[in-house]
């Protein structure tokens, strides 16, 4: 992929995941999509992506499509929780946030966090790690993440059927 072509699908990702040119996209759900984090230095974080742009927050949805987007980011966070597990039995539990702070889109965060990560920040939300960890060249998504990529889509359809 070329840095344009990289930069274009991160200007929309909604829009590139809804015309199947977001190469993050774990599996399309019921309203939204399962996304691949940007960083993976705790590995197997994940995104669900709103499937409507225009949606901010989960009160600018009616209540039976936001039971939906919850439900998909149930079903998302078991999904991680069975895959990070079954590639690395360190896994301790798995975090959800709905912040919103930073991109204007509804999105939750689907964080899996281990044994082996420091004990200061093993307490605490994942953002106490530091900044630098976010753009890490080593642990930036990349195709060393397919396998992982592949075993939690693999969760998702098996707990969906």
């Not at 274009?8 to 996209?25: F, M, Q, Y």
């Not at 079903?75 to 709905?98: F, H, T």
């Amino acid at each position: 992929m070329t840095d344009v072509a990289a930069e274009s699908w991160r200007k929309d990702r909604i829009g590139s995941a809804l015309r199947g040119e977001n190469p993050t996209v774990v599996r399309r759900l019921t309203r939204g999509f399962a996304v691949m984090g940007d960083a993976q230095f705790l590995p197997g974080y994940c995104v669900l992506l709103v499937d409507d742009p225009s949606v901010t927050r989960l009160s600018d949805m009616p209540r039976p499509l936001r039971l939906e987007y919850l439900a998909d980011l149930e079903l998302l966070a078991e999904a991680v929780e069975i895959g990070c597990r079954r590639l690395d039995p360190a896994l301790r539990r798995v975090n959800l946030e709905i912040l919103g702070n930073t991109d204007a889109y509804l999105h939750a965060h689907v964080f899996p966090r281990y044994t082996w990560e420091p004990a200061a920040l093993m307490v605490g939300p994942v953002w106490r790690y530091p900044d630098s960890r976010w753009s890490e060249v080593g642990t930036l998504l990349g195709p060393q993440h397919e396998p992982l990529k592949a075993v939690i889509g693999e969760a998702i359809d098996g707990l969906r059927h």
